[in-house]
């Protein structure tokens, strides 16, 4: 059973990075059958996509984020990570990260628990 | 601003047919499969429905999906109170080149 954890700092100070990181146990990250997602959820609000990364390299970003945001992957950890760069309070949100297979569907057929991250002076 | 609009809500009593709309466009919708998301209070989405009407394993089979043109449906048939929940459609957009999600709908089991 494939299980995916995020952690990292639950504040962080406006104009800072916030760094998130997505561990998974019960498959490995190097497979080329998934794309590695993150996802983010203000209170109360929608879901929006953030971008995703696949083992060969290659990413694809919401482009309303992607001049601040970067995913990389730790193949030796087994993890993937997050990093938004100068953060304002509206990026507060939880933070999810996802596994989606590479079959055409697009789903997003594993979550993570969420991260709350607030951001705050 | 999301590019899928669902209704912000939806009801109905134990037993009673409830179905939930999302439209979009020739990019997301009508050139792509739609998926749907269910949210439980205080809990990470789990995926519903993928490819507009399959379900994954261990979703029950009163949860049933389907896609026409540029709209798709999710529709519970004898909802129950465990149904109450947050539901989200989503597909990929050609044009905005992302995956978007559906504006949400809370659906109530009365």
């Known amino acids: 059973q494939v299980q995916l954890q995020e952690s990292g700092p639950g504040l962080v100070k406006p104009s800072q990075t916030l760094s998130l990181t997505c561990s998974v146990s019960g498959g490995s990250i190097s497979s080329s059958s998934y794309y590695w997602s993150w996802i983010r959820q203000p209170a109360g609000k929608g879901l929006e996509w953030i971008g995703r990364f696949y083992t060969s390299g290659s990413t694809n970003y919401n482009p309303s984020l992607k001049s601040r945001v970067t995913i990389s992957v730790d193949t030796s950890k087994n993890q993937f990570s997050l990093k938004l760069s100068s953060v304002t309070a509206a990026d507060t949100a939880v933070y999810y990260c996802a596994r989606e297979p590479r079959d055409g569907y697009n789903s997003l057929d594993y979550w993570g628990q969420g991260t709350l991250v607030t951001v705050s002076s | 601003q999301s590019v899928l609009t669902q209704p912000p809500s939806a009801s109905g009593t134990p037993g009673q047919r409830v179905t939930i709309s999302c439209s979009g466009s020739?990019?997301?919708?009508?050139?792509?499969?739609v998926n749907w998301y269910q949210q439980l209070p205080g809990t990470a989405p789990k995926l519903l429905m993928y490819?507009?009407?399959q379900r994954p394993s261990g979703v029950p089979d009163r949860f049933s999906g389907s896609k026409s043109g540029t709209s798709a449906s999710l529709a519970i048939s004898g909802i129950q109170s465990e149904d109450e929940a947050d539901y989200y459609c989503a597909t990929w957009d050609d044009s905005l080149a992302r995956y978007v999600f559906g504006t949400g709908t809370k659906v109530t089991v009365l």
């Open positions: 490819g507009n009407n």
């Open positions: 020739s990019s997301n919708i009508g050139g792509n499969t």
